[in-house]
């Protein structure tokens, strides 16, 4: 059972346009992170949300933890080239930080053509 | 700073023999987490070291270790392979020097081949 769906699993899109992201459970998470992998690397932290409600932004992205903090969503503005990656979201389930309580989804596909 | 690095970056092994796969996190940092990633089940954890103790476990079987020397460095071994251990194995060190969720840092990862 996965805890983390992740929707689309791939998505093509053309430089300009907009895309979300989702990341839905029906598990409470203490916390939520979405990462970005590119092909032949680890994935890379973009951010941590922690409150139900948040949305933080870095420059074109946007993320949203759900108010009940089960979901959370990530927009993309005028998605560029170089935004093309998997999106990976994970969220903690217990509190103290172990890792082993951090639940990967299976990740969106993100192509953004020229 | 260097980050996290793994050795090899490739490898390939038969069914039933066994792997070693070594992983040099981030200078200070004293967390290390392994997760193996598949494109069916995608990024799943395996454990995780603090200090050199095994500090969480994941649903894996017991043929898969691993150990945390006193410089941090650490070690995963899988031993008697199967065609589905085949997967990009993934490290990521982090300092874990407070409660909560920290940054993890990964490394490029190590790509696992079973025939």
């Known amino acids: 059972t996965q805890l983390l769906e992740q929707s689309p699993q791939f998505l093509s899109i053309q430089e300009g346009e907009n895309l979300t992201v989702y990341c839905n459970s029906s598990?409470?998470?203490?916390?939520l992170q979405w990462y970005r992998q590119e092909p032949g690397e680890g994935p890379v932290l973009l951010v941590t949300v922690v409150t139900g409600g948040e949305v933080k932004k870095l420059k074109r992205l946007t993320f949203q933890f759900g108010d009940a903090r089960k979901d959370s969503s990530l927009h993309i503005t005028a998605a560029q080239t170089g935004d093309t990656g998997l999106y990976l979201c994970a969220g903690a389930l217990g509190y103290g930080g172990s890792q082993g309580n951090l639940i990967f989804g299976k990740g969106t596909k993100l192509s953004v053509k020229p | 700073k260097a980050g996290v690095t793994q050795t090899p970056r490739y490898l390939i092994k038969t069914r039933g023999q066994q792997v070693t796969l070594s992983c040099s996190p981030i200078?200070?940092?004293?967390?290390v987490s392994w997760y193996q990633q598949t494109p069916g089940q995608g990024l799943q954890f395996l454990f995780e070291?603090?200090?050199?103790?095994?500090?969480n476990k994941g649903n894996f079987p017991g043929r898969f270790s691993g150990r945390q020397f006193s410089n941090s460095r650490s070690e995963m071994n899988v031993s008697t392979l199967e065609l589905g251990d085949s997967a990009l194995y993934l490290c990521?060190?982090?300092?874990?020097?407070?409660?909560?969720?920290?940054?993890?840092?990964f490394g490029p990862g190590t790509r696992l081949t079973v025939l």
């Open positions: 990521a060190s982090s300092l874990r020097g407070s409660g909560g969720i920290g940054e993890q840092f």
């Open positions: 598990s409470v998470f203490s916390s």
């Open positions: 200078s200070g940092h004293r967390s």
């Open positions: 070291y603090f200090s050199e103790t095994q500090r």
